[in-house]
């Protein structure tokens, strides 16, 4: 059965503060994406990763910045929590190659006082 | 620029209706669109998905129907049950692009009255 875990599923930060969110696969999957998801406004891809080291921005990245050391692990940084950052963060990961399943974590709900 | 338009925003059915949401696109490179089903509390998941080289694909009581020339597809639910109740979202990649990321719609929320 496949598996996306997320570190979290509800966090709480203070403006300014530096935020980790953390997501594992356990598929063996190449290519694995950080998204945000604000109602009325789906889900937008902020950094995508491709392989091990290997990063591409998204259509939202400002404000963010991703980590992939190892295969199966993704983070992503927020430098410097702002107010507009409150949202919910979805983590998937994917086979290479298009069309293939993105598979989602649960998400993390992100509160940003 | 939104490059993938849902509609509608909310839909209201009844058991046993059909539940239809449609959606349009622009970029014409984009080769690949699933539907992805959310439950609250929950991350998306792939319900059916299509590749512009057919018209139509079903699976149980999901079917999409695809248009090329008008770059529109929709989803439609028959026998709409409770626990079809839950946020949909279409989406569209393109093979060639290099990102492999999806491009969403903006969702919608379905619930399916008893």
């Known amino acids: 059965d496949v598996k996306v875990t997320q570190s979290s599923r509800y966090l709480v930060k203070r403006t300014g503060e530096k935020v980790f969110l953390e997501c594992v696969q356990d598929m063996d999957h190449e290519n694995m994406f950080w998204y945000r998801q604000d109602p009325g406004l789906g889900l937008r891809l902020i950094y995508f990763s491709y392989d091990v080291k290997m990063k591409e921005k998204g259509d939202i990245p400002e404000g963010y910045s991703v980590s992939r050391e190892k295969k199966e692990r993704f983070s992503l940084i927020l430098e410097s929590a702002s107010t507009n950052q409150t949202s919910m963060y979805l983590c998937a990961s994917k086979r290479q190659g298009a069309g293939d399943t993105q598979y989602f974590g649960p998400g993390t709900r992100l509160t940003v006082l | ?114």
């Not at chain 2, 009844?14 to 490179?29: L, V």
């Not at chain 2, 692009?97 to 399916?112: M, Q, S, V």
């Open chain 2, 1 to 114: 620029q939104q490059q993938v338009k849902q509609s509608p925003q909310s839909l209201i059915v009844q058991k046993g209706g059909i539940s239809i949401i449609n959606c349009a696109y622009e970029n014409t490179a984009f080769d690949y669109f699933p539907w992805y089903q959310q439950f609250p509390g929950k991350g998306p998941a792939l319900l059916i998905a299509i590749r512009p080289d057919v018209s139509e694909k079903k699976e149980g009581r999901f079917t999409i129907s695809f248009n090329k020339s008008a770059k529109q597809f929709s989803l439609h639910i028959m026998d709409s049950q409770p626990g079809d109740s839950a946020t949909y979202f279409c989406a569209a990649s393109n093979r060639g692009g290099g990102a492999d990321g999806l491009t969403f719609g903006k969702g919608t929320h379905l619930i399916i009255q008893p």
